[in-house]
């Protein structure tokens, strides 16, 4: 319902956490949003963590959506021919696919949307920094829907405060029975024993490592343990083909037992693996263990996890902490109390920035956050309001003219002037790249066209810093800039030249320089650029809106 709402009642786009245990129906949520989004003309993304989980969220998707033959589903992964990649981000740029799945390719700068209306993001967790800056640059414009067991503490915290809005799957599917865990040293003979109980009952097992270095040594073992028993490896780095097959054998239950890294983690649903071995389980973090707890217990039969530590007197605190936590979390839908715990262990991090987890316990969480709204309190007296690029008023009188031959040099002239023109509309960065494209094309530009640049520079970062309009009039200099007195003294004191900070004053609502002389027109211009650049430098400083 809450999504629903989102989708159809809220102004603003949907940014919603749903967080349930592993098996509890995110998955089912997600599909009903992106039919919603779909049947209104709009392409979905769903976006997972690995290759194995893409390809199983796409089977799910086709076969869900098979009956609707207007709706066209397309999978785009590492595996796929140089060919099939172009043919599909052909198909994604044209709007002739509907739903879209992968892996973090989906994020990369070549695939362009048609008409991208909703981002599904599942395990939000196994996500890195920068991929979740992208992520964060679709909410804006995007309805977006992460779907997670036990979202990482930042995310955890967002949500638990309000700055991000969550919703909650508590109730089991029926007759789901909870998944019994046995901690303990690593001993053969435990491992063996805990195989053969679950071959015994006709399952699967899963052997899970932290690294692929130890899966031979692992196979050998098991082969002469179980030499009648049919037992393959699988991990990131196999050849898709490879890797494909091994898990469409274990999933019909050809294998019995897979010995892989965590890139089983993730969502796969094989109801008949009932045994899940986690060797080396200190080197795994709180919500992998619990993810990889879940790929077990999916049926209705009993399902066991054997959690083997080499040496308890080698495990760090935080270890321990971990192991405990796990322990004490063995009932069905603790995903969130887990995370819960997560958060307690590692802290939350840093809301505004890059790092996910952080100890706050030197100050508390109730000070953190009354310091934090303090301070956003203040917002206003640092801040700096943008305005749109045509809105800037350049009263100086300049139109060089270009040399016969650099128009000649040049294809289209007006073209790339008009390309210069629409790059500085976008951001100071499109017009940065426009400027080193046009100087690797066709050389170092001429005095003229240089003019020409910087008036587009000029006019660009003093949208950015509020300065409607600039005028000079002999030897004065005047910008006229909504900003604040306080922002303005703030400025000055990160300018780098004395000259420029020296000569620049605020009064009534406007920056004024006086200079000594009055310089030519080009000269005065290049006296204005130099300063905008210095106070534009500022700007990291201050809050920007």
Request: glycine share 6%; net charge negative.
């Amino acid at each position: 319902m809450d999504v629903e709402r989102d989708l159809t009642e809220r102004e603003n786009p949907m940014d919603r956490l749903i967080c349930g245990d592993v098996g509890f129906g995110k998955t089912e949520v997600a599909l009903r949003a992106i039919f919603c989004v779909v049947s209104a003309g709009k392409q979905a993304m769903v976006l997972a963590p690995t290759i194995v989980l893409a390809k199983q969220h796409f089977d799910v998707i086709s076969e869900r959506f098979s009956r609707f033959h207007n709706i066209k589903v397309g999978l785009l992964s590492r595996f796929q021919t140089k060919s099939e990649k172009e043919a599909h981000l052909q198909m994604i740029k044209h709007g002739n696919l509907d739903i879209i799945v992968g892996t973090h390719s989906l994020l990369g700068d070549r695939v362009v949307y048609s008409n991208l209306g909703l981002l599904v993001v599942d395990e939000e967790q196994r996500f890195g920094v920068k991929q979740k800056e992208k992520i964060a640059s679709f909410k804006t414009s995007v309805d977006v829907l992460t779907l997670s067991a036990t979202p990482i503490p930042r995310t955890l915290y967002l949500a638990l405060t309000g700055f991000r809005d969550a919703s909650l799957i508590s109730t089991p599917p029926p007759e789901r029975v909870p998944i019994r865990t046995h901690l303990s040293a690593y001993t053969q003979e435990k491992v063996v024993s805990a195989i053969n109980h679950e071959l015994d009952r006709g399952g699967q097992v899963f052997y899970v490592l932290p690294r692929i270095k130890g899966l031979e040594e692992v196979m050998e073992f098991l082969r002469q343990s179980f030499p009648n028993v049919e037992i393959a490896i699988a991990h990131g780095k196999q050849y898709s083909r490879q890797l494909e097959e091994t898990m469409e054998n274990f999933a019909q239950g050809h294998i019995k037992i897979l010995i892989c890294t965590n890139i089983v983690e993730s969502g796969l649903d094989i109801q008949n693996a009932n045994t899940i071995v986690v060797q080396d389980v200190q080197l795994f973090g709180l919500a992998q263990l619990y993810q990889l707890r879940g790929r077990v217990g999916r049926a209705d039969k009993e399902a066991h996890a054997f959690l083997f530590y080499p040496d308890k007197s080698l495990l760090s605190d935080q270890a321990l902490e971990r192991l405990a936590a796990l322990e004490e979390c063995r009932d069905l839908g603790q995903g969130f109390q887990l995370a819960e715990r997560d958060m307690a262990i590692r802290g939350f991090g840093n809301i505004f920035g890059e790092q996910q987890t952080g100890d706050v316990g030197n100050v508390g969480i109730d000070l953190f956050f009354e310091m934090l709204f303090e301070s956003l309190s203040k917002v206003d007296e640092h801040r700096v309001v943008s305005i749109p690029y045509h809105s800037v008023q350049f009263d100086m009188n300049l139109n060089p003219h270009l040399p016969s031959e650099y128009i000649n040099y040049l294809e289209n002239p007006l073209e790339t002037i008009n390309e210069g023109e629409k790059a500085a509309e976008k951001d100071i960065w499109n017009l940065i790249q426009f400027t080193e494209n046009l100087r690797r094309q066709y050389g170092k530009e001429p005095y003229s066209m240089e003019i020409l640049l910087k008036k587009l520079y000029v006019r660009r970062m003093a949208a950015d810093l509020g300065i409607s309009r600039i005028y000079a009039s002999g030897k004065t200099v005047g910008m006229k800039a909504n900003m604040s007195k306080k922002v303005f003294k703030l400025m000055i004191e990160s300018m780098a030249s004395e000259i420029h900070r020296t000569s620049l004053v605020f009064d009534d609502g406007s920056i004024k320089a006086e200079l000594l002389l009055e310089l030519p027109r080009e000269q005065m211009l290049d006296w204005i650029f130099q300063c905008l650049a210095e106070l534009y430098a500022s700007l990291p400083a201050l809050i920007k809106y």
